[in-house]
């Protein structure tokens, strides 16, 4: 199972293997289409195929097998969490360039499972690498059968397929990071639940005027979110403008005092976290910044989802990490 991959780190961290799975393995997936499954239709400007969660109809230990593969491989702390999508285009269906970053609760690998026996360069459906929405292509993985690519999702994962001329079926697995699950999005939207500036404490009024005269409002709004986080978990007023100012770049936070620096911290992230997307190796440097601390208890919920305990999954990202080979 996805043995000799090959890695690259550019246009964006992937990997690729021309050989994928056993016969037997792709028996299994070759099955999925064969199912009378409940097909979701996208017929939208860019996005053009059908897609079927198809999850529950592989074997536990085809799932454990593949979980196992890809924390080898990326480097990634994987959770036990899989979703697993049929996918099929028709002739004359296409999927337009785009990035899929992952937001606050969603997956950040992905692995791509073709399985289009006798495929033929005028059959399209090629998978395309760019560099930007506007770029050339830098890599191209045929539709070829039992052929697989795999990549981490974020801002700049710009991908797309060629419009095809003969049906086309892909498997494609997802897979969540430890930091980055739905129960930390449930807890963020909770801690965020009818978000009013308005309950700041009063100190902060003259420090957030004068940053929103001069900074972005993507950037005074996240350090206004932060501050709220520090609000609601119950720090007085000079830590919470602390938090702002730290969240807007104006101070930087003191590492004197241990929990204000680690409540600073994580609601910049959280804060991060719930108005952008989940970044990797952003997420890294706040790991490092906290490894070692004392979890203090009004930070615990947070900080467990936010930030786990190192154990089973304590390796290196390669697959951000490594250079092309």
Known sequence: MLLQTKQHHHPFPFFAVDAAFSEEQCAVLDSLFSQDNAWQHRDGAFYRCSLSDVTAMIPA?????????????????????????AQ????????????????????????????????????GGVLELFASPEGEVMFSVNPEYNKAFGFLLHAESYH?????????????????????????????????????????PAALDPIASDAEATLPEEVTFRAGTAAIALHRWGYDAATV?????????????????????????????????????????????????????????????????????????????????????
């Open 88 to 123: 099929r285009m028709l002739p004359g269906q296409v999927i337009g360039i785009h990035s899929d970053r992952p937001l606050l609760g969603y997956e950040l690998a992905r692995l791509v499972v073709q399985l289009n026996k006798d495929w033929q360069a005028e059959h």
């Open 160 to 200: 797309g397929v060629t419009e095809v001329t003969a049906p086309r079926q892909t498997v494609v697995f997802n897979f969540w990071h430890q930091a980055n699950t739905p129960e930390l999005d449930t807890h963020i939207q909770a801690l965020f639940a009818k978000l009013h500036f308005s309950e700041l």
């Open 61 to 85: 230990t085809f799932q454990t097998e593949i979980l196992a593969r890809m924390r080898d491989i990326t480097g990634l702390p994987l959770v036990d969490r899989l979703l697993v999508t």
């Open 241 to 325: 403008v602390t938090g702002y100012q730290h969240s807007t770049g104006i101070v930087r936070c003191d590492s004197s005092d241990a929990e204000t620096y680690a409540a600073v911290l994580l609601a910049d992230w959280v804060a991060y976290l719930y108005r952008d997307s989940f970044d990797l190796a952003r997420w890294e440097i706040l790991q490092g910044e906290l490894e070692g601390m004392e979890r203090f208890p009004r930070l615990m919920p947070t900080w467990q989802l936010c930030v786990p305990e190192r154990g089973q999954f304590d390796v290196q990202s390669r697959l951000i990490h490594n250079t092309d080979s």
